[in-house]
Nanobody, 119 residues
């Protein structure tokens, strides 16, 4: 059973910074990708940033240049540094670990951590 535990959410003023961290049970190198998604009220969950097993990073356009994803394979953690936060970044942020198969995929999710950016 894979478990993901997030930490680091909170309330911050616009322009501020927050750092999220996710500890994954087991070796994160075995996942096809790990990263962060978010879901705002009445909106669909969206990809924020992911990093593949080869180290390729992928970002939501609106966070490029402001957010940075990183991983520590030795510690089985993935982090998200969020700078220049905007009210539109307000959402529940979820850690994700994904395994891709020839057909289909399997996703593992954390419980989510709230990020609130005040204007």
């Amino acid at each position: 059973q894979v478990q993901l535990v997030e930490s680091g959410g909170g309330l911050v003023e616009a322009g501020g910074s927050l750092s999220l961290s996710c500890i994954v049970s087991g070796n994160i190198a075995r996942f096809s990708s790990i990263g962060w998604y978010r879901q705002a009220p009445a909106k669909q969950r969206e990809l924020v940033a992911t990093i593949s097993s080869s180290g390729t990073m992928n970002y939501l356009d609106s966070v490029k240049g402001r957010f940075t994803i990183s991983r520590d394979i030795a510690k089985n953690t993935v982090s998200l540094q969020m700078n220049s936060l905007k009210p539109d970044d307000t959402a529940v942020y979820y850690c994700n670990a994904r395994i891709l198969f020839p057909v289909g995929r399997r996703d593992y999710w954390g419980q989510g951590t709230q990020v609130t950016v005040s204007s």
